[in-house]
């Protein structure tokens, strides 16, 4: 059992020295072709507005937007045979 885990923990460093490698070398990537964060999450600008009226941003009112595009409204005629009771 013990050989199992000393072989068990040196799996765990080499894997966690390759890791560290593997990061180092996506960050000198990044920063190397550009695709590095452009802005920090700590540094980001927050909205300024309320959230009152940003909720009352996201309503849009459908009548506004709304272009009617079919007006035609055929005449129907009344008092045809097949609409008529007979009591």
Known sequence: ??????????????????????????????????????VSENKRKKSLSSPARYGMSLQKSRRDSFVKQYSYRPIARKHLPYQRRNY
Request: proline content about 3%; hydrophobic content about 55%.
């Open 1 to 38: 059992m013990d050989d199992w885990q000393k072989t068990i923990d040196a799996l765990v460093k080499a894997f966690d020295e390759f890791a560290v490698k593997v990061k180092e070398m996506a960050d000198a990537l990044a920063e190397a072709f550009g695709f590095g964060p452009s």
